[in-house]
């Protein structure tokens, strides 16, 4: 039924309620509910861009945010953006986010976090391709997006793409070669520390690392978890460090050279693994040598993989990366430059590594 004041009309909303219109079947505006409310245009302004506070009354402020509900008000994120010479858009460029098992988290946490401050997030797959990481840097720049994530799937130092420094930029779960960005990444070494406790603390001495590459996260992990180790007077002897690479191969060719043939006495009682694809091929071993895990061997991975290391037989005891935390660190340090205006310093930012306590670490054995 039409209004004849010009108020517009009312309809079914589907829901058992009603919704006003502007009258003309169009979209609400601004004016629309400054009427409906009763209020000034300039009222809804300062609720809509945030300068109600110190302005309006908390009762003034409920009824134009009621007014606009029931128009089905929302502020034109284009107009905005040209208020604030911000388009509330970020963009996220990535060498290999369709073959990570990790990009879901971080892309997550990014997401959420942008959205929760009304920025969307425009994502770009490079295929670890550095001319498709400069074309889709400019690419993003041209469209005046408010900065940029550059995240890397596995941690490593990257060479920064080009135009990168000319809009607030953060990398995540990578260090850029030139030190000249911040950085948001593992607490690589920590974890590691976390893992030698974990298995000092369950009475094991005799420890061995599987798996491996020449990389930033290899080396800081052995080297946290030396640093445990000597600071009770352990090492793990030489022949015990099994560099086999990352995958469940690479773990099981390890466990056999560790464990195959050896006496129970002249063993390790705990793996340390470089990561939770290795740990699957160390548990595999495990089972075809008849070693009970975790009666006669405890096994520890990282990265707490989805969909697998909760599900391995037994399930996994794991340091995980941080990854969706790292994707709202990131988010959080570009959406803070971006507020503020100013550049964040070039520094790096370690994101704790949490241990997730499963079912592969027990008590070592008593021989």
């Known amino acids: 039924m039409i209004d004849r004041s010009g108020r517009g009309q009312r309809t079914a909303d589907g829901m058992g ?3 006003e219109t502007n009258g003309t079947g169009g979209r609400a505006t601004s004016r629309d509910v400054a009427r409906l409310a009763g209020v000034s245009h300039t009222a809804v302004s300062f609720v809509f861009n945030g300068r109600a506070e110190g302005n309006l009354s908390p009762a003034t402020q409920e009824r134009i945010r009621e007014a606009a509900a029931r128009l089905g008000y929302r502020p034109d994120p284009v107009a905005r953006g040209l208020r604030r010479r911000r388009t509330a ?15 879901g988290r971080l892309l997550r946490g990014a997401m959420e976090t942008a959205w929760e401050s009304e920025h969307l997030v425009l994502t770009v797959d490079s295929g670890g391709d550095p001319a498709k990481e400069d074309a889709a840097v400019a ?5 005046r ?6 995240a890397a799937m596995s941690l490593r130092r990257v060479r920064v793409p080009e135009g990168l420094h000319r809009v607030h930029s953060v990398l995540a779960n990578c260090l850029p070669e030139d030190d000249s960005l911040p950085a948001v990444v593992p607490a690589e070494r920590a974890g590691g520390r976390t893992a030698a406790r974990l298995l000092l603390d369950q009475g094991h001495r005799r420890l061995a690392v599987v798996g491996g590459l020449d990389d930033i996260a290899s080396v800081e992990r052995l080297r946290g978890f030396r640093d445990t180790l000597r600071a009770e007077g352990i090492t793990v002897p030489k022949e015990w460090i099994v560099r086999t690479g990352g995958e469940i191969s690479g773990g099981h060719e390890g466990a056999l050279r560790l464990l195959d043939g050896v006496p129970p006495g002249r063993r390790p009682t705990a793996v340390f693994a470089y990561n939770d ?20 061997l ?4 990282y990265d707490d993989q989805e969909h697998m290391a909760a599900h391995l037989t037994p399930a996994l005891t794991t340091v995980a990366l941080p990854h969706r935390a790292m994707g709202e660190a990131a988010a959080r340090l570009l959406l803070d430059a971006i507020g503020t205006g100013r550049t964040p310093a070039a520094t790096v930012r370690r994101l704790a590594c949490p241990l997730i306590s499963r079912a592969s670490v027990g008590p070592a054995p008593i021989r």
């Open 17 to 19: 309620g009603t919704q």
């Open 89 to 103: 858009v970020i963009g996220l460029v990535t060498d290999e986010i369709a073959s990570s098992p990790f990009a």
């Open 139 to 143: 690419e993003l720049l041209d469209r």
């Open 145 to 150: 997006v408010d900065g940029i994530i550059y």
């Open 277 to 296: 694809r290795v740990a699957a091929g160390v548990l595999h071993a495990a089972t075809r040598l008849g070693i009970d895990v975790p009666a006669d």
């Open 298 to 301: 405890s096994v520890i991975g």
